[in-house]
């Protein structure tokens, strides 16, 4: 058993065979992981890249954002701006324009594309501005927004002047300055606006609709000092050109010094290089105008006189014919002629006048001795006299029958029963008081009578008569 083991631990000593080394761990991504990760990678290594390239494919969707293809000779990539990003551009993106574009690379997870994730354009060799310009210029110009028939003549001595400009420019004083100087009596009616700076196109547009609704306003003035191609900006925006073509009077453009130009210069119906110059053409210098007026008043003089002069000859050689030889004393003798005629016919006129008035006057006062006013008046008059003499009579009528009813009072209460009973008399009566008793015979013993007093009545019975 022992030289078992001793053989075991023999062979042990024999050398045995390394172990295998383990499988490498596989790791499986998904697809959405790989996509992740490759789009951490093009967002960190290529965080801003400057791509060149010509558009195609640009799309504006509902939601605002820019969706567009950049490419070249041999390859091309797809790219998209945001819409925040694409209010600032000063140009129009449209496809076959070889832009300049900032952004960068990223990874479009559900289609797995690398797109470009632009932050700003620039047209390429053209810059952005000049490009706004010119797409705008053309725009407005098929529009028939700058057609010549449209343009307005200038009044020749206006008499309210708008201005739109700022109020901390040099502009507004050159124009105020000018106009004092050619025209003191114009009324001024300035409407302030920015004329520079991101909301400087909106406010001038306001400026414009407001001044144009003041009554009277016969010309408007509207520009600045000169400038960058950037601070006159405001003037080449869509918003000021069409509130110029909407203003119903004459308008005149003068923004910056005679190099610069604008689109507001196309609209406007007269272009001047500076405000200063704008002022001068609104109104002529007040000698030059009454110039003009003295050269016209001259012209006229001088035509009136050469045309009676004319025809002053031509009187001359028709008078000196001899067929019209003694026509001015054939002339004189109709002309005598006609003031007799006129004197008889006034005469005649006047006689008739004269009848005419009397009968007037005659008709009027009989008409006036028809006028029911003053016959009610009359009228009126008699039914008061009569009203008074009515109540007079009346009153003395009433006076008479009270004195004579006082009067046959009087004597009837004289003459009244009563009056003698109140003196102490009594009246008897039979019992039915039908017969007064005037002697003792008319009545019995036990025969009932009445006896009347003064106040009151008494039943008596007779017990005995003599």
């Not at 290529?46 to 950049?70: I, K």
């Not at 960068?104 to 289609?111: D, T």
């Not at 310009?133 to 028939?149: M, N, T, V, Y």
């Not at 909301?199 to 001044?211: H, K, T």
């Amino acid at each position: 058993m022992s030289d078992l083991f001793d053989q075991l631990f023999e062979e042990d000593d024999e050398p045995q065979p390394e172990p295998a080394a383990p499988a490498p761990v596989r790791r499986v991504l998904t697809v959405t992981d790989l996509t992740i990760k490759i789009r951490d990678l093009l967002e960190t290594e290529l965080f801003e890249v400057w791509v060149e390239g010509e558009l195609s494919n640009c799309r504006v969707w509902n939601t605002g954002h820019l969706y567009f293809t950049l490419k070249d000779d041999r390859s091309q990539l797809r790219g998209f701006m945001f819409k925040a990003a694409l209010r600032y551009l000063k140009f129009k993106p449209t496809d076959g324009t070889r832009v300049v574009a900032r952004g960068k690379i990223s990874v479009y997870e559900p289609k797995g594309e690398y797109q470009l994730v632009c932050e700003h354009l620039e047209p390429q060799g053209l810059g952005a501005l000049q490009l706004a310009f010119e797409q705008l210029k053309k725009r407005l110009q098929q529009e028939g927004l700058f057609d010549p028939a449209r343009k307005r003549a200038l009044p020749a001595l206006p008499r309210k002047i708008g201005i739109v400009t700022s109020l901390d420019g040099a502009a507004i004083r050159d124009i105020i300055k000018v106009l004092r100087r050619r025209y003191t009596n114009a009324h001024l009616i300035i409407c302030p606006a920015r004329v520079q700076g991101e909301d400087a196109a909106s406010d001038i547009a306001r400026a414009l609709r407001q001044i144009a609704r003041v009554p009277g306003v016969d010309v408007v003035i509207v520009g600045r000092g000169g400038g960058s191609m950037e601070d006159l900006w405001a003037f080449n925006e869509e918003m000021v050109a069409r509130a110029i073509g909407r203003v119903p009077v004459p308008v005149i453009s003068a923004v910056g010094h005679e190099t610069d130009v604008t689109i507001a210069d196309f609209v406007a119906d007269v272009r001047a290089p500076t405000p200063s110059a704008a002022a001068e053409l609104v109104v002529s210098r007040k000698d030059e105008f009454c110039g003009r007026i003295d050269r016209l008043r001259d012209r006229l003089h001088a035509s009136a006189r050469s045309r009676i002069q004319g025809l002053s000859r031509r009187v001359h050689v028709i008078g000196a014919r001899p067929a019209l030889a003694g026509f001015p004393g054939r002339i004189a003798m109709r002309g005598r002629h006609v003031a007799e005629l006129s004197h008889a016919l006034a005469r005649v006129f006047r006689a008739g006048l004269g009848v005419n008035a009397r009968r007037l006057q005659q008709l009027e006062r009989q008409l006036a001795g028809l006028d029911v006013s003053r016959q009610l008046a009359t009228m009126r008059t008699r039914l008061v006299a009569a009203d008074g003499r009515l109540t007079s009579a009346a009153t003395r009528r009433q006076d008479r029958a009270a004195g004579q009813l006082r009067a046959v009072a009087g004597r009837l209460d004289v003459l009244s029963p009563l009056a003698v009973l109140g003196r102490g008399y009594a009246v008897a009566w039979n019992a039915d008081k039908t017969r007064v008793l005037r002697d003792a015979t008319g009545v019995a013993p036990d025969d009932h009578i009445r006896v009347t007093l003064s106040r009151g009545e008494i039943e008596a019975k007779v017990t005995k008569t003599s």
